[in-house]
């Protein structure tokens, strides 16, 4: 039983990743046209007529703008909380295969067992999941965290991090690009905001911080395409390069995909 992780994309402009199991192939966040997805999948080898699931942590475009193309596949399941499900429902004409899930509960799919915890991020009722495989005596336990779009870390939060062997989190922007930006001032604050997007340093001090994690392995995702540049994020984790760390980083650059993860 092996666990396979990709992150297709991830950025302000889109995110999505794929992960397969033994028993099932998913979506985490399906923030790219169906299209644009099936392209991506088809560029691993999948193809989105295999996917099983899409669990879905907000209805912001950047995380469900393929949900609506997706949907053709009837046998697809979507999975979401109630307050996501309605807003994502709003923009839709075909009906969605949903299952509805409760914030904070565990979800049992197939071979994995999903928890879904809040984020404080300026949406309906935006989550992260930990998604665990395995953990009996003869299959050791593999886990993922998908952990973007949140304005600070709650203590819970960290507490799921760091259990995880694959973490993704965002490192959203860079604090001296956000103000010199051309954006508005009230989108300034709200992007900096409590309820809003993890700049680099404050990511890079959750990492720095947290003692004895379980990670093999780290993707920073999320990077704000105007606020944001891969040399600003290298130099907020300066810290983990050069062997400094006993996990590797890795940092997704805006329409790129990362590298695939097998446990
Ligand atoms: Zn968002
Ligand atoms: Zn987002």
Known sequence: MSLRFQILGSSSSGNCAFLQTGDCRILIDAGFSARRIGELLEDIGEHPENLDAVFVTHEHSDHVAGIRGLSRQPNLEVFANAPTAQAVRRGLKR?????????????RFRDLEIESFSVPHDAYDPVGFLFRQGGDLFHPEKSVAWITDLGHVPQLVREKARGAHILVLESNHCPRLLQRS????????????????????????????????????????HLSNECNSVAAVEEAFAFARGGGVPWDLDIIESGRGGRCCEL
């Open 182 to 221: 051309e954006r508005p001032w009230s989108l300034k604050q709200r992007i900096a905001s409590r309820h809003g997007h993890l700049s680099n340093e404050a990511a890079s001090d959750w990492l720095r911080e947290t003692e004895n994690p379980a990670w093999r392995q780290v993707f920073l995702g």
């Open 95 to 107: 009906e969605v295969n949903w299952r509805v899930f409760e914030t904070g509960t565990t979800i």
